[in-house]
């Protein structure tokens, strides 16, 4: 899909690396400037320095203080936020385990990222685009947001969080201007995911066979398929949407596939 983003500012968190990385470069590729929030420096760094109007800002989107320094250096840099992509999230790096064997202090740090951090970048973002009277978020959610998995209940808890808030948000926002949507990745093919569910080249273990038989589409997602839908819900042409969930999950979320 091609829009025009031109003069338009997105502030993506979490761009270093993966589907953020994915969505900055698709919509710097439609013309917008770009900054990219990241614990990640380097990651943010080198994504900044091949579009052509970015720049990088290290962040802890946990932290309140570099937040708030990090939308202060785009609107210097750039003069607005016309889009806020609140990509960046986490989910358990631990065993994965049932609910009463889940460690307290690993729930706190996912829940911390994927549901208090977005909170925390958007509230930060949202004072420019209230001023402006316009303004598009879209928050990156998860199929397990709607559906639940087993073994990663903060994960799950988090992005059902992040789908009601989407809503909550498009409700106070909506007489502001401002679109507010979720976006549904089902299982996407990042380095990340690689490492912990598909062999390093790509093909995938048994297990994760087994598990592919339930999307009917049968494979992962690519990152751009992802970026492809923020892309939309992020533009122009997207001017009536707000408060939706848009699934990008091969059919995962559709129904149980036998
Ligand atoms: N990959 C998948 O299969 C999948 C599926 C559904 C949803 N998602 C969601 O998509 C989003 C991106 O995931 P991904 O697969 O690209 O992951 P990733 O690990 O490749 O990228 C996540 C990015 O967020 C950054 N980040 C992590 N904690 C941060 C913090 N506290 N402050 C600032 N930046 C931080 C990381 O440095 C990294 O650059 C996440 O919200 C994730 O939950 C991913």
């Not at 639940?148 to 808890?157: E, G």
């Not at 401002?178 to 390093?200: D, H, R």
Request: proline share 3%; net charge negative; glycine share 12%.
């Amino acid at each position: 899909m091609q829009v025009d983003l031109n003069g338009r500012v997105a502030f993506v968190t979490g761009g270093g690396n993966g589907i953020g990385q994915a969505i900055a470069r698709k919509l710097a590729g439609n013309g917008a400037s770009v900054a990219i929030a990241d614990i990640d420096h380097e990651g943010a760094k080198q994504t900044a320095a091949e579009l052509p109007s970015a720049i990088a800002a290290h962040v802890d989107i946990r932290d309140v203080a570099q937040v708030e320094a990090a939308i202060g250096a785009t609107l210097d840099a750039f003069g607005r936020i016309d889009i806020l992509v609140n990509n960046a999230g986490v989910n358990t790096f631990k065993k994965r385990v049932d609910i009463d064997e889940f460690d307290k202090d690993e729930w706190h740090r996912v829940i911390g990222i994927d549901l208090d951090g977005l909170f925390v970048v958007s509230r930060a973002a949202l004072a420019p685009m209230v001023k402006q009277g316009a303004g598009r978020i879209v928050n990156v959610a998860s199929v397990v947001g709607l559906t639940a998995m087993r073994l990663q209940s903060a994960f799950v808890a988090a992005k059902a969080g992040v789908i009601h808030l989407t809503r909550s948000m498009a409700l106070e926002l909506g007489p502001k201007g401002i679109l507010v949507n979720a976006i549904g990745p089902g299982s996407v093919m990042t380095e990340g995911t690689k490492k912990l569910f598909y062999g390093e080249d790509g093909t995938f273990h048994a297990q994760q066979r087994n598990f592919m038989a339930h999307i009917p589409f049968g494979r992962p997602a690519t990152v751009d398929e992802i970026a492809e839908g923020v892309l939309f819900l992020s533009a122009p042409e997207n001017s009536y949407m707000t408060g939706h969930l848009l699934m990008v999950d091969g059919g995962w979320t559709a129904g149980f596939m036998m």
